[in-house]
């Protein structure tokens, strides 16, 4: 349902959904992803986003804590 606000909300937005803990979607975004461009990940605090990027840098640069919620 989320899904689809955003879509609905940023039609000419590209929305790729994701997870660092099932490692859902996290190969078509790095098919996604190319070098020189800049991308944004969005999300409420404490959602995963840092440990998504880290799992995309395969290794930690960003600190994180536990994912809540």
């Known amino acids: ?3 689809e606000e955003v879509n609905k909300r940023f ?3 590209d929305n790729l959904s994701t997870s660092s803990v099932t490692k859902e979607g996290l190969n078509k975004l790095l098919e996604y ?3 020189g461009k ?3 990940f969005i999300g409420s605090s ?3 986003k840092s ?3 880290n799992k ?3 290794r930690d640069m960003i ?3 536990e994912i809540s919620d």
């Open 51 to 53: 440990s998504l990027i």
């Open 56 to 58: 995309l840098l395969n």
């Open 1 to 3: 349902r989320k899904i």
């Open 33 to 35: 992803i190319k070098k």
């Open 11 to 13: 039609p000419s937005i």
């Open 38 to 40: 800049t991308y944004c």
């Open 46 to 48: 404490g959602v995963g």
């Open 63 to 65: 600190s994180t804590k």
